[in-house]
T-cell receptor, first 115, second 115 residues
Framework: GAVVSQHPSRVICKSGTSVKIECRSL??????MFWYRQFPKKSLMLMAT?????????EQGVEKDKFLINHASLTLSTLTVTSAHPEDSSFYIC???????????FGPGTRLTVT | AQSVTQLGSHVSVSEGALVLLRCNYS??????LFWYVQYPNQGLQLLLK??????LVKGINGFEAEFKKSETSFHLTKPSAHMSDAAEYFC?????????????FGGGTRLMVKP
């Protein structure tokens, strides 16, 4: 089956630093990947759509300068949280769209804690 | 605009009992509806989806859901719960039949199965 990985699974960083989260499609190519944020006891909120070789499309209210997305290859998209603050602490989940079956496949998520 | 409401953030059933997880949606266009399951430390996995064909949709692991337009509902059921069904379940809606388009998620329901 289609597998999507995320690294790291958990990260703790100090306020003001930046942290990068990787999303990889391990056995298929994905021209489109999605980044979601999940608050405690809340639903997944789409942050942005990442397209290989072009700029990401951000949802309303998401600061593109704070959440930098790079989709440099057909199997890798990265989300960098710049100048992180405690309010950025959350669970970040990515998904990758597989053309062969038209489905999104989700990564296991990354728990970010900013102290 | 689309939205999804999942009634009950936690549902507890006994092993062997009926599972019923509720999902109501709001959509200005004919909706495409999905149920995903998330096991601890794993990504979301597609259980089933409704794409305007049969209103009763059968999915994996014995789950099924029925699309009821008059009630704007897409409740998930399983006749007999297993311990392995304990997980977080998400209902989602999209404007497109394949999940490559943006998904709007409900808040999730945590299913607990008692022995």
């Amino acid at each position: 089956g289609a597998v999507v990985s995320q690294h790291p699974s958990r990260v703790i960083c100090k306020s003001g630093t930046s942290v990068k989260i990787e999303c990889r499609s391990l056995d298929f190519q994905a021209t489109t990947m999605f980044w979601y944020r999940q608050f405690p006891k809340k639903s997944l909120m789409l942050m942005a759509t990442s397209n290989e070789g072009s700029k990401a499309t951000y949802e309303q209210g998401v600061e593109k300068d704070k959440f930098l997305i790079n989709h440099a290859s057909l199997t890798l998209s990265t989300l960098t949280v710049t100048s992180a603050h405690p309010e950025d602490s959350s669970f970040y989940i990515c998904s990758a769209f597989r053309m062969e079956d038209g489905e999104q496949y989700f990564g296991p998520g990354t728990r970010l804690t900013v102290t | 605009a689309q939205s999804v409401t999942q009634l009950g953030s936690h549902v507890s059933v006994s092993e062997g009992a009926l599972v019923l997880l509720r999902c109501n949606y709001s959509s200005s266009v004919p909706p495409y509806l999905f149920w995903y399951v998330q096991y601890p430390n794993q990504g979301l996995q597609l259980l089933l989806k409704y794409t305007s064909a049969a209103t009763l949709v059968k999915g994996i692991n014995g789950f099924e859901a029925e699309f009821k337009k008059s009630e704007t509902s897409f409740h998930l059921t399983k006749p007999s719960a297993h311990m392995s069904d304990a997980a977080e379940y998400f209902c989602a809606v999209s404007e497109r039949p394949n999940a490559g388009n943006m998904l709007t998620f409900g808040g999730g329901t945590r299913l607990m199965v008692k022995p």
